[in-house]
């Protein structure tokens, strides 16, 4: 017997199953804008766009969780994100200079390009940089590009340093 159909019919949809299909839904939408803005050469608009929401993320999280703006505290944000949307994330390596995510799953591995990572990942360089200034953010290694796992480096600029 088949209970998630049975609950379905019954007028009650799951919550692990909701929020499967609000994911999916989220990552088609997008990948559908992102279609639609390569094909009308808006990508730097559309890229630009990703970045402001993301800032925006940061900077609520920065005032909400008091974040000092180490590289673990951008972390912390990112991951927390991940977590929303069912991405399975950990910092791998943390020190006062560097954080490294890795990423062992992702609802959309199978549904984006590693082009239009590249543009979702502008949320999270946003996030970092409204989290500190002096953060600079990197994707590694990507799930779209087959590696076997996705690896965000989030670390203090050179000139923080200095």
């Avoid at 990552?27 to 990703?50: H, P, V």
């Avoid at 950990?90 to 990572?117: G, M, Y």
């Avoid at 590696?147 to 480096?153: G, R, S």
């Amino acid at each position: 017997m088949n209970f998630q159909k049975l609950a379905i019919e019954r007028g009650v949809i799951p919550p692990n199953m909701r929020l499967k299909k609000v994911i999916q839904a989220y990552g088609e939408l997008f990948m559908e804008t992102y279609e639609w803005a390569e094909r009308q050469e808006l990508l730097d608009g559309f890229a630009d766009l990703i970045y402001k929401r993301g800032k925006k993320n940061g900077e609520r999280f920065k005032e909400k969780f008091n974040l000092s703006g180490s590289p673990k505290d951008a972390a912390f944000a990112l991951i927390a994100g991940h977590k929303l949307f069912g991405i399975k994330s950990r910092i791998a390596e943390n020190s006062k200079a560097k954080a490294v995510i890795r990423v062992s799953d992702c609802p959309w591995k199978e549904l984006f390009t590693p082009q239009a990572c590249d543009v979702l990942g502008n949320i999270e360089k946003g996030a970092c940089d409204a989290i500190s200034q002096d953060l600079s953010y990197a994707i590694t290694k990507k799930l779209t590009d087959k590696d076997d796992i996705c690896e965000f480096v989030v670390e203090k600029s050179k000139e923080a340093g200095k």
